[in-house]
């Protein structure tokens, strides 16, 4: 990369930087720090949702999935837009509505009101373990980025500097700052990829002719996936819309119901088709110049979510490869930052709120603050022993998914608030699903573990509900 690359880079990461520093001098509280001050509009907040949700993980995810699999790996982001659709017409009107969740600032408070304060710290710490791993793989995405751009940077480097950066500012400014500057990251990355990465990777590797010759006909085909693919992505992707913590930070960040349901359409209409085509198209022309013998690579050593970053850095004159590795890395610091908020906030009013009760809202924060810090060491430490962003994210969300998912249904759809129920539900479902994740067996006809997991919650949520009702009809 060129000298002028590197200023450019450099001076975007100081203006995130001062976003966070401009906040930190704003923010009065635990509203302004956690959910915005409960008054961000429906643009903002759907950005946000976007650039989280999709954010750097998904971006180099998806340049991965181009890579292998060619444009049928859009269907990913498919199940984000079904998600988010849903939880627009039945999540938002019973949560934004609700009187008795008005000050909330958290899932987990959610859980605690549903069930018991048991089941809230259970979710609590459930929610704290997914996001401390989804933002390590965030981190591993940006590192991943900066490894295959600037020569000479080892991955554990490069992991330090993402992290670092990605961590002071969201320590600094909370979720305004966070809120933001998704927006406006959500923006460059857009544009880059319309106006820089496409055009010019397009060209460089010699237009439709040669990309068709190149490339075997499965990689233009909607249809080259299994119906395994799509339903271990469904069963992963679309219940995180109705468990996800970032989301319901900004769900109490929004307006009202109105502002709230626009911000999840304009979301999912971003997810897919939009960000979903541009991502493994640019995978797709990774794998062209791949296979042009471009990317001076061997094919044995390639990690396939290294091909777009690598391909960038070949292709991209000076000055615009500056731009462009802007606009990934506000992409990844997007997602970390909404993740780091998260298990913040975990921590602050679910774990430990009933020790801060009687201190001032300044000292909360300032905790807060140390919270946030403390959690993206971690999330470091994490991302360093990972080597697949992809992988990362989908076990964290998969985490999540099957211990809160059935509980969440049931306490604000099914009108069954068993704290027993929930309890048993979640450990049994978070735990199939992380033993499965970690073993290395075949599991049946091919799905994720997920699948077990959200089943294994749901038959013993329905199990103890029945006994607890049955013992109540007895007596």
């Known amino acids: 990369m060129a000298y002028i690359d590197l200023l450019i880079f450099i001076i975007y990461m100081i203006l ?25 509009g429906s643009w903002h907040i759907g950005l946000s949702v976007v650039a989280t949700d999709v954010g750097g993980g998904f971006s180099v995810g998806l340049g991965g999935l181009g890579f292998v699999m060619g444009l049928s790996g859009s269907w990913m982001l498919f199940t984000g837009l079904l998600g988010a659709w849903l939880a627009a017409v039945f999540l938002i009107p019973v949560v934004k509505s609700s009187p ?11 859980f605690d009101h549903l069930f018991d304060k048991r089941v809230g710290i259970v979710a609590a710490v459930i929610c704290f373990v997914g996001y401390l791993g ?24 490069a992991l330090w500097v993402m992290g670092a950066i990605a961590v002071v500012y969201t320590v600094l400014g909370g979720l305004k700052a966070v809120i933001y500057t998704d927006t406006i990251q959500w923006i460059i990355l857009l544009m880059g990829f319309i106006f820089i990465g496409l055009p010019v990777s397009y060209y460089h590797v010699g ?18 996936l299994t119906w395994q693919d799509l339903a271990n992505w469904g069963i992963t992707i679309m219940p995180i819309w109705f468990v996800g913590m970032t989301l319901y930070q900004r769900i109490f960040a929004s307006r009202d119901v109105k502002s709230a349901k626009k911000a999840w359409y304009i979301a999912g209409v ?13 995978g797709v022309l990774a794998k062209v110049a791949f296979e042009l013998d471009m990317i001076a690579v061997a094919e044995d050593t390639l990690d396939p979510e290294m091909g777009l970053p690598i391909l960038l850095s070949t292709v991209l004159p000076v000055g615009i490869m500056g731009l462009m590795m802007s606009a990934y890395f506000s992409a990844v610091l997007s997602t970390a930052d909404s993740c780091l908020m998260a298990a913040s906030g975990n921590l602050t009013t679910d774990i430990f709120g009933k020790y801060l009760k009687n201190k001032s809202d300044a000292t909360v924060m300032r905790l807060s603050q140390l919270f946030t810090l403390l959690i993206g060491i971690v999330a470091l430490f994490i991302a360093l022993q990972m ?6 994210m989908l076990y964290s969300y998969a985490f999540m998914v099957s211990g809160l998912f059935i509980p969440i249904l049931a306490g604000l759809f099914w009108n069954m608030r068993s704290p027993t129920a929930a309890l048993v539900s979640m450990i049994l479902g978070g735990g199939v699903t992380a033993g499965l994740s970690f073993l290395t067996i075949s599991l049946p006809f091919g799905l994720d573990p997920n699948f077990f997991g959200v089943s294994a919650s749901l038959a013993a949520f329905l199990l103890v509900y029945k006994i607890e009702k049955t013992k109540k009809q007895n007596l």
């Open 16 to 40: 995130m930087l001062g976003v966070g520093f401009y906040f930190m001098k704003r923010n009065t509280g635990q509203d302004d720090y956690f959910v915005g001050g409960r008054n961000v």
């Open 100 to 110: 008795a969740f008005e000050k909330f600032y958290t899932l987990p408070q959610i």
């Open 134 to 157: 989804f933002t390590s793989s965030q981190l591993l995405a940006g590192a991943k980025l900066a490894s295959g751009t600037f020569d000479g940077l080892q991955l554990s480097t």
């Open 270 to 282: 971003f997810e897919w088709p939009i960000m979903a085509f541009m991502g493994v198209s640019l």
């Open 387 to 392: 080597t697949n962003v992809l992988e990362l």
């Open 207 to 224: 237009g439709w002719e040669v990309i068709q010759r190149t490339l075997p006909a499965e990689y233009f085909s909607l249809t080259n």
